[in-house]
């Protein structure tokens, strides 16, 4: 199986992909974090996304598709992906296809989160991570508490950023122009589900999987 999440930055999709991953047994491929590994690496790929991603810039197409392509050559993708922030241009989307049918996959459906621009800048400009347990917190809805690993106490948190408001405002305006025009790409393929995003981590991840059960997905 391999299916897409769309929708703005801080719509849910990193939350719901480790929700669904956990149950169905799927690889979660987030960009984001494929950005973050080649720059701590300092891969020749991470240094050149470095600049695009400080500024809150989408990464080139040709660089997002070179670091996807490499991570599912790595041999543990399993029984299917989640592809978490990727594509976000119909360049990268057309890429996608490229890269699946070269091993013999295809996109089974793409899930489009719906959440208002209000609710984005509130999610992303509270949330909150850590340097030495990789854990997200939030200060409303997630505060931090003690470290679920037992490995820290608080002192590695940050703010990313790109989760600072000014940025936040660039972010949602890189999304409507350039990757917006993906729900209509997925549409006229007819694998676009639009699911809504703002209630609690629970519905949503009900409502995904309600939508999961009701399409056949070949094997």
């Known amino acids: 199986m391999y299916i897409i999440f769309v929708g703005q930055p801080g719509s849910g999709k990193g939350t719901q992909s480790e929700q669904l991953k956990?149950?169905?047994g799927l690889?979660?491929?987030a960009t984001g974090d494929l950005f973050r590994e080649h720059l701590s690496k300092n891969t020749p790929?991470?240094?050149q996304a470095r600049g695009f991603m400080d500024r809150g810039e989408l990464v080139p197409d040709e660089l997002t598709i070179n670091m996807v392509r490499d991570r599912l050559d790595r041999g543990d993708v399993g029984s299917g992906v989640i592809f978490d922030g990727f594509p976000r241009t119909i360049g990268q989307a057309d890429a996608l296809i490229a890269l699946l049918a070269e091993r013999g996959h295809k996109i089974d459906m793409a899930f489009n989160f719906n959440v208002t621009d209000a609710e984005?800048?509130?999610r992303l400009s509270g949330r909150l991570m850590c340097?030495?347990?990789a854990h997200v917190f939030h200060k409303d809805s997630n505060p931090y508490l003690a470290c679920p690993e037992n490995i820290c106490e608080g002192e590695y948190l940050y703010q990313r950023d790109d989760?600072?408001?000014e940025i936040i405002l660039s972010r949602l305006e890189v999304?409507?122009?350039l990757t917006k025009p993906l729900l209509q790409y997925y549409a006229q393929k007819g694998l676009l589900v639009n699911l809504p995003g703002e209630g609690s981590i629970e519905e949503v991840t009900?409502?995904?999987v309600a939508a999961l059960d009701r399409i056949e997905i070949p094997a």
Do not use: F, S, W
């Open 163 to 165: 989760d600072k408001p």
């Open 22 to 24: 956990e149950k169905m």
């Open 27 to 29: 690889t979660h491929i």
């Open 175 to 177: 999304y409507n122009r």
């Open 45 to 47: 790929l991470g240094q």
């Open 120 to 122: 984005i800048v509130r």
């Open 206 to 208: 009900k409502a995904l």
């Open 131 to 133: 340097r030495k347990c």
